[in-house]
Nanobody
């Protein structure tokens, strides 16, 4: 069984940066990714990364601004968020699944961390 805990959320101004962390405990996880959900919006996948970090995916809304990375020795995934704008305000969740699982197949979810971008 795996538990995921996000951290690093907070309040920033437009144009600011933030780095989110997600620590996994229990056993090694493989595919990992970040999701977000804004008030009144559907949860969306914004970034995923394969076990060895050779394959990454970014949603068009964050591509070029966000960077996903992982440290398998620490069983942790990160999300570096730059050039933030108010549209990025949401609860951010990390999730994990089997080696070749798609984001909709991820089995484990964190509790989420709030990111608020003010103008």
């Amino acid at each position: 069984q795996v538990q995921l805990v996000e951290s690093g959320g907070g309040l920033v101004q437009t144009g600011g940066s933030l780095r989110l962390s997600c620590a996994a405990s229990g056993r090694t996880v493989y595919a990992m990714g970040w999701f977000r959900q804004a008030p009144g919006k559907e949860r969306e996948s914004i970034a995923t990364i394969s076990y060895y970090g050779t394959t990454t995916y970014y949603a068009a809304s964050v591509k070029g601004r966000f960077t996903i990375s992982r440290d398998n020795a620490k069983n942790t995934v990160y999300l570096q968020m730059n050039s933030l704008n108010p549209e990025d305000t949401a609860v951010y969740y990390c999730a994990a699944g089997s080696l070749n699982s798609r984001p909709d197949e991820y089995d484990y979810w964190g509790q989420g961390t709030q990111v608020t971008v003010s103008s």
